[in-house]
């Protein structure tokens, strides 16, 4: 696999493949992002053989990362890059995969952080994609456990069709959820003196109509 097709593959199943790394995965390839000076081709081997390593037998992105597979060209939108790709873009690449996860909003439990809101119902992102949906989209709620593993809580879908609630996206919206998920999932599942209630379970309920407004009074009182 040429090493701008296992750049392009990374970044397109980053969520995915991110599920099942393990701390010493995630080591590994850090070290190959810090090394600037290894040859890309090695460099591009290396990671195949170590997401190989980490997804389970029969996973369909198996078959992506088999050396003896070419990653697919020009019909689905994520190829990048030139074949005559250097090793300072390869691990450039892999750093802004990798080094971003200690530091991105949501992407760890702040030192703070509840683990009643991890306790709470939730689903993977790796769940929340198989079932046709995008756990990226940056209107909803994202944490990611101790463990490394990425969770979207569960109050924020339509329990039928998976979809995110309009009066869940609107208020995530206002909030800036992408910014603070830890702040607004705690707005969410906690007690609110102004709804004297917990704003989740209004979901669904003639209460709903109140969350919007409820959002905007927090806002005001930053």
């Known amino acids: 696999m040429p090493p701008e097709d296992v750049l392009a593959a990374l970044r397109a199943h ?12 995630l080591a590994g390839l850090q070290a190959l992002a810090e090394d ?3 040859d ?15 997804l389970p037998d029969g996973h369909p992105l198996r078959e992506l990362f088999d050396d003896s597979v070419r990653y697919a060209r020009g019909d689905n939108g994520v190829r990048v890059g030139s074949k005559d790709i250097g090793s300072f ?3 450039a690449g892999i750093a802004h995969l990798v080094r971003p996860a ?3 909003p949501g992407a760890s439990p702040p030192d703070d952080a509840d683990d009643w809101l991890l306790a709470a119902d939730s689903v993977t992102a ?4 198989a079932g046709g949906h995008d756990p990226a989209d940056p ?6 456990d101790r463990q490394g593993t990425v969770r979207l809580p569960s109050f924020q879908f339509d329990g039928a069709s998976g979809r995110p609630l309009p009066v869940v996206v609107a208020v995530n919206r206002l909030l800036d959820a992408a ?14 003196a102004w709804l004297d209630a917990v704003p989740a379970r209004l979901l669904g309920t003639a209460g709903e109509r109140t969350l919007l407004a409820a959002a905007r009074a927090e806002i005001a009182e930053w």
């Open 36 to 38: 600037t000076t290894g």
């Open 139 to 144: 209107d909803l709620i994202r944490l990611t």
């Open 40 to 54: 890309p081709e090695r460099v591009a081997r290396r990671i195949v053989r170590l997401v190989l390593a980490a």
């Open 126 to 129: 790796a769940a929340y994609r």
């Open 102 to 104: 200690s530091a991105a």
């Open 89 to 91: 873009t390869l691990q």
């Open 14 to 25: 980053w969520d995915e493949i991110r599920e099942f790394l393990d701390a010493p995965s």
């Open 179 to 192: 910014d603070d998920p830890w702040g607004v999932a705690d707005w969410w599942l906690g007690a609110n």
